[in-house]
């Protein structure tokens, strides 16, 4: 699964830092979920969502309409 949460991060020139502390989460986890390293959780995806305007089908590729 192509997570676009990166692509949205940048979009907004945000740094992973910034958002490991909106999510409570060390930078190096939320780095290891824009990579696929890790499984970003459903509640993870979902703070995203609201916080990037956008839906959870947006970010976890299943549309391309934002």
């Known amino acids: 699964m ?3 949460i ?6 907004r020139d945000l740094t992973q830092q910034q958002i490991a502390d909106f999510l409570h989460c ?3 986890l939320y780095s290891k979920y824009e990579r696929g390293e890790r499984d970003v959780p459903l509640h993870i995806i979902a703070r995203l969502a609201d916080y990037y305007n956008t839906s959870i089908d ?3 590729g299943r549309t391309d309409n934002p």
């Open 6 to 11: 990166r692509d949205c991060r940048e979009d």
């Open 2 to 4: 192509k997570v676009r």
């Open 26 to 28: 060390d930078q190096s």
């Open 58 to 60: 947006y970010l976890v």
